[in-house]
């Protein structure tokens, strides 16, 4: 019967770590709407999470844009339907990819570095020094990256599916030669501004996912270096799991909303 133990104990960890996740979610909520974090703390936090990810987030937009572009062309000029080609790529970054992608770059190159900067302070007895000083740690190192995550993820968003467009159109009109005519009307056509808000409002709940689960996982970090890589780890892949999970129930609501408020809305196909 040691099974038994051991799934109950699996069972037990998983409704403490879900709890704990939540408790420090509230907390974090009640400190943001209690006292907003002074400038000077902000923008050092915004510049590393917004700035510096728009790189990485403009170079990877670009070339999964040119990636669509050449897997989807064959399959459409079977259906000689080459021209409807930019509808679909354009619909796909800034419905779908575009805000995935973001979010999941953001989860790797900043939500990985909170969870180890946090767990490190952790491991250093540095929150522990912070709450001796009568210092709050949830409002001086969550609430700015929780902030920062949150609002500057939709202009990263914007950065992903803009930069898709671009690579997308390149690659459609310059390698594959479709007439740029056709290739940008489909586009206006089946591409619409509910489009690109649907994108950049399931980005916000990516950011807040990533800031959460990613300090959560610093402040509890396990002792030694070893804890620290784990929770770096960690941070980056329920990050990412958590993220196909809310864009799926998203995506699932917003299309039956989309659905009822135009039942008449023009089809791909």
């Not at 770590?17 to 979610?25: E, H, K, P």
């Not at 907003?36 to 937009?61: C, E, M």
């Not at 080609?85 to 953001?106: D, F, Q, Y």
């Amino acid at each position: 019967m040691d099974w038994i133990a051991d799934f109950g104990e699996v069972i037990i960890g998983w409704v403490a770590t879900v709890g704990d996740a939540a408790l420090f979610f509230w907390m974090t909520l009640r400190w943001m709407m209690t006292r907003l974090p002074r400038k000077d703390t902000l923008l050092p936090n915004f510049y590393q999470i917004g700035v510096l990810s728009l790189p990485v987030v403009a170079i990877t937009g670009t070339f999964i844009g040119m990636v669509l572009s050449v897997q989807s062309y064959d399959q459409f000029r079977q259906m000689h339907l080459e021209s409807r080609l930019g509808a679909v790529i354009n619909e796909s970054l800034v419905r779908e990819l575009g805000p995935v992608l973001a979010a999941t770059m953001l989860a790797g190159r900043v939500g990985s570095a909170i969870a180890a900067e946090l767990g490190t302070m952790r491991v250093t007895e540095q929150i522990d020094a912070l709450s001796s000083m009568g210092a709050n740690p949830i409002y001086y190192l969550v609430v700015p990256r929780f902030l920062g995550c949150l609002l500057l993820i939709p202009a990263l968003t914007v950065m992903a599916d803009f930069m898709g467009v671009v690579g997308g159109a390149f690659y459609s009109i310059t390698i594959l030669k479709i007439d740029s005519h056709f290739y940008w009307e489909n586009s206006q056509r089946y591409v619409g501004n509910w489009d690109l808000f649907m994108g950049i409002f399931k980005s916000l709940f990516f950011g807040a996912a990533i800031a959460q689960i990613s300090c959560q996982r610093g402040f509890h970090c396990d002792p030694g270096a070893e804890g620290v890589g784990r929770a770096a780890t960690n941070a980056f892949v329920y990050s990412f799991v958590l993220i196909l999970i809310i864009d799926l129930f998203l995506n699932i609501g917003i299309n039956a909303l989309s659905a009822a408020l135009w039942p008449n809305q023009a089809k791909l196909f």
